[in-house]
């Protein structure tokens, strides 16, 4: 099961041998629980454990090995972030993907040695999402052939990137290009911030970290201003844009083209999500099956809160989302990659699709990963919500998701409006120009589903329920909106009161495509009894996904009643056939008690004496008088026993 869930054998030996590996590197280990460590403990303690890994990374890991080097991170770094996390996840990425061979050969090897550390500096504080209307500007200079950085006012300031507050010394900045008074948008930019040798920024540089957040503490999203900083016009990314030295400005083969950073996260991002909901599945799950509570009947002893039909149907779900999640995802990153080959050869034909793909699944996936995540807490009572589950961390780290990479409700809206195009094509009798993500749009479907009428279909009158139920979104929410612009509404406005239902759209499709993602992965197994654990988890989620969307295919009589019933009971069959399975179906995806850095979620199930270890290392009991109670509480009681 590992190996299906880690893409091959081969990765999850690989995954236990680097795992090993760190166990016996004590050095390498937290040096104390991080829910005890102040912000600044948690961050100088992830710096000395980066330094050690960049040194012995070789003797561990194939540093060339992405999926290598991300399981290196997790495990000894952990998810609350690193002071280098945005190097790797978006400063690499957008020099790999933006910067020509020229560039690429001045500044890569440097950031892939680590001689310097790198962000992505885009949003502002007044503005994220809308880019068009970010206000830091870079202006060409002629004279002295170079670029002038300026933040014109408060608002204008980078605000949000990772590490850019302390850790980082350079970063792609996005400004808007100037040239000869003309705004030609927003640009990647290489800049430097600080001084090599001293760290200290550079002149025209205001830089610092923009506060504690809600989890990721470890990470230094920073605030940065410019005045008039001038960088050379080589410092401009210039793979797909170019500006000659005279001011020419050689335009992108795609408009958006400078949107690849952001797209590359999207598609990575989604088995990241994956692996945070099964491992607070697997804590949850672990300690369900040690918990006794109650008894089911009065002439036994208490159960183990697994059994409790509610407590499977709060966890079991989410175990398939998780591995439906991971295929999808799986899928996501060879589509991205074939994308970003052929877009750096020049063919630009399949960015769209790749866009509206991953805008849809980033903001499903974040939204269920975080409804997962905190069921998985509250599935553990009281003890969920001590940090010593971890789950709190697990699930504040997760959500980050819902707003990074494009918040999540216009990252739906940037699929619906391709699903729009999409349902114009089928409303004009064009079908056959449908992508095959949207094919399912143009296809006549039966009056009714054929669900529980057709023996042994396996899931496809599932997957065809999905298609319909999306479908029939998909062409009410296009119909709503090019209806209100025929009664002579502005396309905008018209837009945004179609909005609800077109990200309603939106969900259906993505929900589809993870649907399917599942099945494709399914039907490809050839070990018979990992098909089987795998089967019943598959219908398990569709039934339970199909019960969540019901109303979609009630309201047009597509499922009836009886079939509803007949879906409910599945949900519940597959709840208890899985059962048996549900620890194995989490253990294997290999969590190492380092990397869970939970005392609920250990593998030997040791729970409560660690729990009693844990609360006693507390630093509040390192005395047992306080001098908040000397200082303040004592007085006050001795006060009113006056
Ligand atoms: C390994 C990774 C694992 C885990 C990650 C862990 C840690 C990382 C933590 C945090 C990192 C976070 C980093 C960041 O958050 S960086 C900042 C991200 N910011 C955003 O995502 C901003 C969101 N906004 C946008 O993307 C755009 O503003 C928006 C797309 C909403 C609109 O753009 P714009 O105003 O320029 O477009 P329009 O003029 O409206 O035109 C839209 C048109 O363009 C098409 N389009 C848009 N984007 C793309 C694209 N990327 N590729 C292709 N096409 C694109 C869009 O579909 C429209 O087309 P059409 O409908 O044909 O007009
Ligand atoms: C943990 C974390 C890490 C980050 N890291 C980075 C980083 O490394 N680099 C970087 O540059 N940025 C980073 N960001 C910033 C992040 O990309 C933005 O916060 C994000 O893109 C959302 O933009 P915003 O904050 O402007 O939200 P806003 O756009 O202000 O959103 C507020 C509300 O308005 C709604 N809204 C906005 N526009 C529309 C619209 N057109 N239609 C409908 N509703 C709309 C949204 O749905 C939301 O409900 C990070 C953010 C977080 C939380």
């Given amino acids: 099961m590992a190996a299906q869930i880690w893409g091959s054998e081969k990765r999850a030996r690989r995954r236990r041998e680097i795992s090993a590996k760190i ?50 991170n997790n495990e000894v770094l952990g998810l609350e972030g690193n002071p280098m996390a945005l190097h790797g996840v978006m400063f690499i990425p957008a020099l790999s993907a933006q910067a020509s061979d020229e560039q690429q050969a001045k500044w890569l090897p440097r950031a892939l040695r680590r001689e310097i550390i790198g962000t992505y500096a885009q949003t502002e504080l007044g503005h994220g999402t809308n880019l068009q209307n970010l206000e830091t500007t870079a202006t060409y200079d002629l004279a002295t052939q170079e670029f002038v950085l300026h933040t014109p006012q408060i608002t204008a300031l980078k605000w949000w990137p990772g590490n850019l507050g302390k850790s980082s010394n ?46 990721y503490n470890i990470v230094d999203n920073g605030f940065l201003g410019f005045n008039k900083y001038r960088i050379p016009r080589t410092n401009l990314l210039m793979r797909h844009t170019k500006v000659e030295a005279d001011g020419t400005y050689i335009k992108p083969p795609h408009a958006k083209i400078n949107y690849s950073a952001m797209v590359h996260v999207r598609a990575y991002m989604l088995t990241g999500q994956a692996i945070m909901l099964a491992s607070a599945l697997n804590i949850a799950t672990r300690y369900s099956s040690v918990r006794r509570q109650g008894q089911i009947d009065k002439s036994q002893p208490e159960v183990k809160v697994l059994e409790y039909q509610t ?7 989410s175990i398939a989302r998780a591995y439906a999640f991971q295929f999808a995802g799986a899928e996501t990153v060879k589509l ?43 599935a553990c009572g009281g003890h969920g919500y001590s940090m010593a ?27 619906a409006r391709y699903l729009v195009k999409s349902a114009a094509l089928v409303k004009s009798g064009q079908s056959s120009k449908l992508g095959p993500l949207v094919a399912y749009l143009g296809v006549k479907s039966e009056p009714t589903s054929l669900i529980d009428r057709i023996p042994n279909s396996g899931f496809t009158e599932y997957v065809k329920t999905f298609q319909h139920v999306s479908k029939r979104q998909t062409l009410k929410a296009a119909d709503m909106f090019f209806g209100l612009m025929e009664k002579g509404e502005k396309r905008e406005i018209a837009w945004n009161k179609c909005s609800v239902e077109l990200n309603r759209a939106s969900r259906l499709h993505t929900r589809l495509f993870i649907v399917e993602a599942f099945v494709r992965r399914v039907n490809e197994i050839a070990d018979i009894r990992i098909k089987e654990a795998l089967t019943d988890l598959l219908h398990l989620h569709v039934n339970y996904e199909l019960l969540d969307i019901a109303s979609y295919a009630l309201e047009d009589g597509f499922l009836s009643a009886s079939q509803l019933d007949y879906i409910r009971d599945q949900v519940y069959l597959y ?51 306080l001098s908040s109670v000397t200082q303040y509480l004592k007085p006050m009681m001795e006060k009113a026993r006056l």
Avoid at 53 to 71: C, R, S, V
Wanted: glycine residues 8%; charged residues 25%.
């Fill in 23 to 72: 166990a016996q590197m004590p050095e390498l280990h937290d040096s104390k629980p991080l829910p005890f460590m102040t912000r600044e403990e948690k961050i100088m303690e992830s710096a000395r454990k980066l330094t050690i890994l960049t040194e012995k990374m070789g003797q561990i890991i194939d540093p060339t090995d992405p999926a290598e080097l991300y399981h290196l």
């Fill in 389 to 415: 589950s971890y789950i709190s961390e697990i699930y504040g780290v997760a959500i980050g998701g819902c707003t990074y990479e494009g918040e999540n409700m216009v990252m739906l809206l940037q699929l």
């Fill in 336 to 378: 991205y990659e074939h994308v970003l080959k052929e877009m750096k050869s020049g063919n630009v034909s399949l960015m769209a699709d790749l866009h509206a793909l991953t805008s849809g699944l980033k903001s499903v996936v974040t939204y269920q990963t975080g409804e997962g995540i905190e069921q998985a807490r509250m």
């Fill in 311 to 317: 407590q499977q149907h709060r966890l079991f779900p």
């Fill in 575 to 625: 709840l208890g056939k899985i059962r048996p399975n549900a620890v194995s179906l989490l253990d294997s995806w290999e969590f190492s008690d380092i990397e869970l850095r939970s005392v609920l979620g250990r593998r030997d199930g040791n729970v409560y004496e660690n729990l009693f270890k844990w609360a006693k290392s507390s630093p509040l009991n390192k005395t047992d008088v």
């Fill in 170 to 215: 350079y970063a792609v900045v996005v400004a808007h290009m100037i040239i000869k008074a003309k705004n030609y948008g927003p640009h990647p930019f290489m800049v430097q911030l600080r001084d090599e040798k001293t760290h200290e920024p550079l002149p025209g540089i205001t830089i610092g970290d923009i506060g504690p957040k809600m989890a």
